[in-house]
């Protein structure tokens, strides 16, 4: 579909020649997408730098698709990505000398707290052109340097995947190294969250000579920036000798995973999986290729999509929010509607990653099916719906949520079948110095078939009756038919929230509309 108002659209577009992006400068237009875009959000666990860590790299049929219009467009079939909770790095990809990621892009992924990278390309006899005239002379490196430390900053996001796909001239792989230097250097100036990625290709003579492992044909260019991204044609001996020549920096290696399955490990497709384990058995970082493998190629995106992420799951890190106020739709950015506070504002299809609120973990844990929905939403185009067919605990997040007087805690729900007890689970752990307290404590609140709160201690210690006293329910009502329940959660020193479930004990089908979080000790 066409996107709303296309015409007079502001859309985004790449930078194809070295002149453009010598001649960028920002847009004099105020772009609120950009201007107000979201900053990286702090995450839990935070990824350390000797964390093994999993990027993935978005090309999709050359990019700049629906996702390059700021204000979104009326196509709610376009891709979209929302397992955030298993990734560290986005990188937006396409054979464009300068691939700008998208607003809607940045936006996403940095409210879960994903860094977002740009690609600088050079490819075939053009690309060599372009290498022979920025690398003539160190000034010339540094104005390109300048020029996308410019970029990144006006769009809001962290850093550069660098991928040289021509020979270069061996007088100038030493400019080269440079330019990957300066470049690092010069990002971390602007931010010290910034990371700058070299891709396997050109080798210390400037030779186009995949790799495929780091070694000392590559590891000039390792050596100068923040890691290297291994070409697909790997095996496994290459993941042991790319382990031991990286030394304390083997989290820097990320192998590449094609999920399309090009001459790859296994085929790829949904034995991603497979090559994805050896790379953790290898203690290596991993950078997954084309996931939207599942829209492009796939009938069913929805269940492709989840189960190449379920897959997936057992070999990621799952990260959640540390922050407060903490408020979700679950919206994935689409929908066939949109909805306030349960009733429909606007009847029409709609697509705008911008609009994509926290998402869940999805995966599937429990024996209870996930899954997104767009025939119904409190705010937002969808909400989460979590059916099951024996009583089941759903993880939904892990997260580290600290407050000082006042947790409020809503949840706003609908079911789609017979009402069942229904409660919302949270993992508190504490630890007070004072009280010489460590204990880490289960809360059962019950959201429907009981009032009673239930509270279990991992260390077997017993419950102070003031504690439970203290968790009471302060709100019960019911919005444009979701029902809304709020808790309120005394705070203290040391308690920390870190994990939220949903239980449902029964065969039943329900609507989560909204979870909102928030310490009204800091209003």
Known sequence: MAPVDQQNAKELKPLQTLEELLEWKPSTDHIDEIVNGK????????????????LICHDMKGGYLDDRFYSGTCNDDSYRFYHWSGVDMFVYFSHNLVTIPPACWVTAAHLHGVKVL????????????????????????????????????????????????????PDKVDALALFVKELTLSMKEVSPESVVLWYDSVTKEGKLNWQNELNDENRLFFDVCDGIFLNYTWT????????????????????????????FYEGGKFNTHKALELARKNNLSAAIFAQGWTHETQENFEEAEDK?????????????????????????????????????????????????????????????????????????????????????????????????????????????????????????R??????????????????????????????????????QRNIESIVSDEVECWASRIYRIPGGEGIVLQGIDMK????????????????????
């Not at 372009?130 to 996001?157: D, G, M």
């Open 236 to 263: 496994n001996d290459h993941l042991h000798r790319s382990y031991e020549a990286a030394a304390s920096r083997n989290s820097d290696v990320f192998v590449g995973l094609d999920v399309f399955g090009r001459n």
């Open 430 to 467: 504490i630890n007070s110095k004072e009280k010489n307290l460590n204990d880490e404590r289960t809360v059962l609140l019950p959201l429907e078939g009981g009032d009673a709160v239930e509270i279990e201690s991992k260390s077997g210690a017993v419950i102070p009756k003031e504690f």
């Open 504 to 523: 449902v004990d029964g065969t039943s089908s329900i609507l989560v509309g909204m979870i909102d979080i928030s310490d009204r000790g800091q209003q």
């Open 118 to 169: 740009g690609t600088f390309i050079t490819e075939w006899k053009e690309g060599a052109e372009i290498c022979h005239e920025f690398l003539a002379s160190e000034n010339s490196v540094k104005r390109v340097v300048s020029q996308l430390v410019k970029i990144a900053r006006y769009h809001k996001f962290e850093g550069w995947l660098i991928n040289i796909e021509n020979e270069i001239e």
């Open 308 to 428: 190449l992420w379920q897959l997936l799951s057992p070999f990621l890190f799952h990260h959640g929010p540390k922050f407060l106020p903490f408020k979700t739709s679950f919206c994935q950015g689409i929908g066939k509607k949109k909805f306030i506070s349960g009733k429909c504002r606007e009847n029409t299809s709609w697509y705008n990653l911008s609009g994509q609120e926290y998402q869940p973990i999805w995966s599937h844990e429990g024996g209870a099916l996930m899954k997104h929905t767009t025939d119904e939403a409190f705010t937002g185009g969808g909400c989460l719906e979590i059916s099951t067919s024996v009583p089941s605990t759903t993880r939904l997040f892990v997260c580290e949520i600290e407050w000082k007087k006042a947790l409020h805690i809503a949840v706003v729900y609908k079911w789609r079948k017979i009402a069942v007890p229904l409660s919302l689970v949270l993992h508190l």
């Open 39 to 54: 900053a990286l959000r702090p995450r839990y666990p935070p990824c350390s730098p000797e964390q093994l860590k999993t």
